[in-house]
Nanobody, 125 residues
């Protein structure tokens, strides 16, 4: 069982940066693939980035590639998302998640067992 709690959301101007954090409690956090998803108003939740437990492979959505960086510290049970060059399209509630999807299905929301409550990110001038 893993419990997840996000922090670090807020209001930022276009072109700005923000770092989200996700603190995990429970057992064997390091054995899970971790990911960030987001849900914008009126839209379905979408994949943002993932980091596998084995090999450290990272996968990003095309819309954030080159701007966002996912990282984890298993010793501290934390997962971070560094977001740079933010634009209004990045406005959403961001969720961290943990699961054990295979690499080919790493973007699949339903394969993640544990979810945080979400943190709001608003990009606006």
């Amino acid at each position: 069982q893993v419990q997840l709690q996000e922090s670090g959301g807020g209001l930022v101007q276009p072109g700005g940066a923000l770092r989200l954090a996700c603190l995990a409690s429970g057992s064997a956090f390091g054995s899970y693939t971790v990911a960030w998803f987001r849900q914008a108003p009126g839209k379905e939740r979408e994949f943002v980035a993932a980091l596998r437990s084995v090999g450290g492979t990272t996968v990003y959505a095309d819309s954030v590639k080159g701007r966002f960086t996912i990282s984890r510290d298993n010793a501290k049970n934390t997962l971070d998302l560094q977001m740079n060059s933010l634009n209004p399209d990045d406005t959403a509630v961001y969720y961290c998640a943990a699961g054990k999807p295979i690499l080919s299905a790493i973007r699949t929301e339903s394969l993640y067992y544990y979810w945080g409550q979400g943190t709001q990110v608003t990009v606006s001038s």
